[in-house]
């Protein structure tokens, strides 16, 4: 029987003290025969565009600039969609009725039967956590994901990493930037109005303030579990694929910090490891991520 293992984080140490100190890699050990999934990529891709296409419709009177620049086909869709929902006709965004708008965290609750959402930690001295706020999460479900800018290991990332501990590391070496303050808030805010073409967004900022647009992208202030809490969520790596409809991607919490970048945008979700209930607080174990 074949073994492998794998790198899956390690610590960011400032060079001048790689001289003198070592760098720890923790290793973790994945039987070769197992499925490192815990749900699959289509899952993931079915879940978001799910909820994206929920938050997108609550805004719909918003989309306006947006819906010129679609093509007609997918404009009617949203169109239809709307109408069946709201139990409209067709062409809603020409009409004068106001429309009924939810928040954020309600579409999510509409859309996968829970929400979620930062406040105190019940770990002592752990600053803000993460709690399913109403409904459960059942096993198996995307339960939040992952924000920041996304490095490659070649890429510039020291002056972001001093005293940031929201730097996730991938297993290939990519790294996500969480942090939304300092730097790191102004890094992603020039990345996102950089991408920008007209009135297509290709990510999210609002993670960076208070008013969060996608409720799912709270996942850097999950903590990690204890000896007497463990884990209920894990790390799954996903690649948006190409076909990733262009004007859900003002709901993807993630940005390459270079723009010439030929591989697909990095993202990292967190998944329930079991059913979650309401009121419960989510725990990650930082050493099981899988791609």
């Known amino acids: 029987m074949h073994h492998y293992y794998r790198i899956v984080r390690e610590k960011l ?43 997108f419709i ?27 929902q709201h139990q409209r006709v067709k062409h809603l965004e020409y009409s004068h009725e106001e429309q009924n708008t939810f928040k954020p965290e309600e579409i999510l609750y509409k859309t996968l039967g829970f929400s979620v959402a930062r406040a105190t930690s019940s770990l002592i001295s752990a600053g803000k956590g993460v709690f399913v706020t109403k409904g459960l999460v059942p096993k198996g479900a995307v339960v939040s994901m992952y924000p920041g800018t996304v490095y490659q290991k070649y890429e510039p990332i020291f002056f972001q990493s001093i005293g940031n501990p929201f730097i996730f590391r991938c297993l290939d070496g990519v790294l996500i930037d969480g942090n939304d303050k300092g730097i790191s808030k102004v ?15 290709m990510s999210d900022s609002t993670w960076l303030t208070s008013e969060i647009h996608n409720p ?22 996903f690649d948006v694929p190409a076909v990733f409809p262009i004007e859900l991607k003002q709901y993807l919490p ?37 791609s």
């Open 13 to 55: 140490v400032p060079f001048s003290f790689r001289k003198t100190f070592p760098i720890f890699r923790t290793l973790r050990y994945v039987p070769e025969e197992s499925k490192d999934k815990v749900i699959s990529d289509e899952d993931v891709l079915g879940t978001l565009l799910k909820v994206f296409q929920a938050l």
């Open 58 to 84: 609550n805004d719909f009177n918003k989309q306006s600039d947006i819906l010129t620049v679609l093509p007609e086909p997918v404009k009617s869709k949203y169109q239809d969609l709307l109408s069946v």
């Open 187 to 201: 890094v992603y805010r020039s990345c996102n109005g950089r991408d920008r073409l007209g009135p297509l967004k």
């Open 216 to 237: 799912l992208a709270v996942g850097q202030y999950v903590n990690n579990c204890s000896n007497d809490r463990a884990a209920n969520v894990c790390y799954q790596e």
């Open 254 to 290: 993630n940005i390459d910090y270079s723009n010439d970048k030929q591989s697909p945008l990095r993202c990292v979700v967190l998944v329930a490891l079991r059913d979650i209930k309401q009121g419960e607080e989510l725990f990650s174990n930082y050493y099981t991520i899988v």
